[in-house]
């Protein structure tokens, strides 16, 4: 069956930076476009960042252009979301999706 496994989230200071990982099984890796999804307490899940199948193509939300990377690797079925900078109000838990499906999710908590 199809598994999106979160890891990675954590508690950091403002200013510091996180590397958020998704394993993915029971699907071909290589032929779905990835994202990362995050929700803040109280607000609606917003797309973060998006990248193609082979990775050549990427998409961000203007709030953390700059900041955020994503990236993929096929052979290891792994998507990556570095995230640099952190801000208090990238507090989230932050999900993966795939193959119209959803990760448990993984918290991430930028304090002081």
């Known amino acids: 069956q199809v598994q999106l496994v979160e890891s990675g989230g954590g508690l950091v200071q403002p200013g510091g930076s996180l590397r958020l990982s998704c394993a993915a099984s029971g699907f071909t890796f290589s032929m779905y476009a990835m994202s990362w999804y995050r929700q803040a307490p109280g607000k609606e899940r917003e797309l973060v960042a998006s990248?193609?199948?082979?990775?050549?193509?990427?998409d961000y939300a203007d709030s953390v252009k700059g900041r955020f990377t994503i990236s993929r690797d096929n052979p290891k079925r792994l998507a990556y979301l570095q995230m640099n900078s952190l801000k208090p109000e990238d507090t989230a838990v932050y999900y993966c999706h795939g193959i119209n499906r959803w990760g448990k999710g993984t918290l991430v908590t930028v304090s002081s």
């Open positions: 990248i193609s199948p082979a990775g050549s193509s990427t």
